[in-house]
């Protein structure tokens, strides 16, 4: 049973950075889909980054291109989410999830997730 836990959240100012990472367990980290995603109070969860498993292609949210990079460590079993330049709107519950076949764009057929980390950009 594959098992996540996010840290790295925090408080950070307009413009800073945050590096958010998932400790993974109980699956195949190496062949498995994983994505990072995020959620605001009263919207869907959306999908922020993900590899897929079937290819290794890397999504990433129109919002966040040029800002985020996702990376999997297979040695260490963590899956990152390096954050610069961040924004008030980056400001959401953060979660880290796999999958063996579920794309960034379908939050609902991922099949684990973490518990969630909070980034809030304020000033």
């Known amino acids: 049973q594959a098992q996540l836990v996010e840290s790295g959240g925090g408080l950070v100012q307009p413009g800073g950075s945050l590096r958010l990472s998932c400790a993974a367990s109980?699956?195949?980290?190496?062949?498995?889909?994983i994505g990072w995603f995020r959620q605001v109070p009263g919207k869907e969860r959306e999908g922020v980054s993900c590899?897929?498993?079937?290819?290794?292609?890397?999504y990433y949210a129109d919002s966040v291109k040029g800002r985020f990079t996702i990376s999997r460590d297979v040695a260490k079993s963590t899956i990152d989410l390096q954050m610069n330049n961040l924004k008030p709107e980056d400001t959401a519950l953060y979660y880290c999830?796999?999958?063996?076949?579920?794309?960034?764009?379908?939050?609902?057929?991922?099949?684990?997730w973490g518990q969630g980390t909070q980034v809030t950009v304020s000033s």
């Open positions: 590899v897929s498993s079937s290819d290794g292609t890397v």
């Open positions: 109980g699956f195949p980290l190496a062949y498995y889909a």
């Open positions: 999830a796999t999958d063996p076949w579920a794309n960034c764009d379908r939050p609902h057929d991922w099949r684990s």
